[in-house]
């Protein structure tokens, strides 16, 4: 399904600020969304209790395998196509995993 297989870092899974990542504010339509931007991730990911609040849609995908920085793996089962978000005046379209887990 990808080019690249997707990899995660333990900072992103566990939204811990490190040396390699940055916590920022952005806003999905009105409501305002923690975004944890980590450059050891290859891919988007999103917790499955902010896409249920936020009412997002979710469709199903093959099982996706997810490498997680220390060598383990996790499994994506859906994806939110084209999530609309904003970083200040900078609208962004995404296709973001399921949360891990």
């Known amino acids: 399904m990808l080019e690249t297989k997707p990899c995660i870092s333990l900072q992103a899974v566990n939204g811990v600020q490190g040396y390699q990542t940055m916590r920022l504010t952005g806003h ?12 050891s991730s290859t891919h988007n990911f999103v917790d499955m209790d902010l896409t249920r609040r936020l009412g997002c ?16 793996k996790l499994q994506c089962h859906y994806m939110c196509k084209d999530f609309l978000w904003r970083l200040r005046a900078t609208e962004f379209c995404s296709d973001i995993f399921h949360s891990l887990g």
């Open 57 to 72: 849609k979710l469709k199903p995908i093959s099982l996706q395998p997810v490498t997680m920085a220390d060598g383990s």
């Open 28 to 39: 999905h339509g009105h409501k305002s969304i923690q975004i944890l931007v980590d450059s």
